[in-house]
Structures are given as C-alpha cells and as structure tokens.
T-cell receptor
Framework: ETGVTQTPRHLVMGMTNKKSLKCEQH?????MYWYKQSAKKPLELMFV???????ENNSVPSRFSPECPNSSHLFLHLHTLQPEDSALYLC????????????FGSGTRLTVV | KNEVEQSPQNLTAQEGEFITINCSYS?????LHWLQQHPGGGIVSLFM???GKKKHGRLIATINIQEKHSSLHITASHPRDSAVYIC????????FGTGTSLTVIP
C-alpha cells in the first residue's frame, strides 16, 4: 500500500449506470489528482484539487464529475459513460499542488460495456 | 507531437545489465518526474528533479535543463525492475510520456 487507497480496484458498468470511484489518503497531503490512463496513450491529468478547491479541469467531459469533500477524500462520479472511457483511473496526492512528490494509488480499472 | 518523448518504447535486458531510458521534453518546466508502473497499474514516484542528478539505490536520474533531456539509469538490473517507466514534467501543466516498457530476463 502506498498510502493512497482507491476503491474499487475493478469496475464494470453499463453506459446508463451511475457509479463513483473513491480515493482516500491519510498522508497529510493537501493536493489530490485524478488521472486517466488509456491503453497506448500517455497518462492524462483530469482534475486537480488543492486545499479542497478545484484548480484544474483539463477539458474533461461533464459525464465525469469530481468531488473533494475534504483534503483526505476525492471522488469521481461517473454517469452515462461511453465504451471509450474504459481505462485505468489513477488517483494521486502530494503535499501541495506545486511541490511535487506525488504518491499514487493503485488505480481503478474501469470497463464500460 | 507529444510534449514529452521517451525512448526506447520497449526494452528487454538480461539480468545484471546497465539500463538507460531517455526522456526529452519541449516545454518549460519546473520539475521532471520519473514514475514506475508495475503490471496491475500501481504507480510509484521514483524521482522528482529540477537540476543535476539524484540517486536512490540502483537507480540514478539525471537532467540537463539546457538540452531539455533527462535519463533514468538502472545499474545491475533485476527481473523485479520489469515495469513501465514514465517520464512526466510539470510546468504550466502536467505532461506525461507514453512510457518505456522494460523487461529484465533472468
């Protein structure tokens, strides 16, 4: 375990389903991140929260909705996804958005059917 | 064209060999990161560097800011080093390379 815990590890959902991915860290970090990793593509940064405020949204479709209720928890709410959204979704945290030193979770493998 | 280019894309080595993975970038950066991703997806942050050289065990990372180039070296490679190594840079945005898939054969 890295200190960043993601659940579930695997998720299969239909295109009409609503599901949520959860990320939790108790490292005392103030920045949390969602990344998407599709096959054969670079990691893509989706969202950044720094001190619970969203500081970056990399033109992510609205069918992905992040939520950061506190510095330790980050959610990614999913609805009406497409098969091309199937990917590994990684959460990471760092002390501060601008200080680096990232700790990554193990990821959620999402399959949209 | 990707802002971060890594080479090689795939690398197979015999156990004990010295390995070098290269990363070139085209944007202004505040830091460069080397990440290791094992099968199954988990990512470990190996190094963050903005100048010079860092060493951790058998791993060495160097960066040349003027040439916009970084290298990750693995000495005395071992099968457990088999993973995907990803170069990432942070500046105004995060940019990631596509990764180098390393297989070390016993």
């Amino acid at each position: 375990e890295t200190g960043v815990t993601q659940t579930p590890r695997h998720l299969v959902m239909g295109m009409t389903n609503k599901k949520s991915l959860k990320c939790e860290q108790h490292l005392g970090h103030n920045a949390m991140y969602w990344y998407k990793q599709s096959a054969k593509k670079p990691l893509e940064l989706m969202f950044v929260y720094n001190f619970k405020e969203q500081t970056e949204n990399n033109s992510v479709p609205s069918r992905f909705s992040p939520e950061c209720p506190n510095s330790s928890h980050l959610f990614l709410h999913l609805h009406t996804l497409q098969p091309e959204d199937s990917a590994l979704y990684l959460c990471a945290s760092s002390q501060d958005q601008h200080l680096g030193g990232y700790t990554f979770g193990s990821g959620t493998r999402l399959t949209v059917v | 064209k990707n802002e971060v280019e890594q080479s090689p894309q795939n690398l197979t080595a015999q156990e004990g060999e010295f390995i070098t993975i290269n990363c070139s970038y085209s944007v202004g950066i505040s830091a460069l990161h080397w990440l290791q991703q094992h099968p199954g997806g988990g990512i470990v942050s190996l190094f963050m560097l903005s100048s010079g050289k860092k060493k951790h065990g058998r791993l060495i990372a160097t960066i040349n800011i003027q040439e916009k180039h970084s290298s990750l070296h693995i000495t005395a490679s071992h099968p457990r080093d088999s993973a995907v190594y990803i170069c990432a840079v942070t500046g105004n945005q995060f940019y990631f390379g596509t990764g180098t898939s390393l297989t070390v054969i016993p």
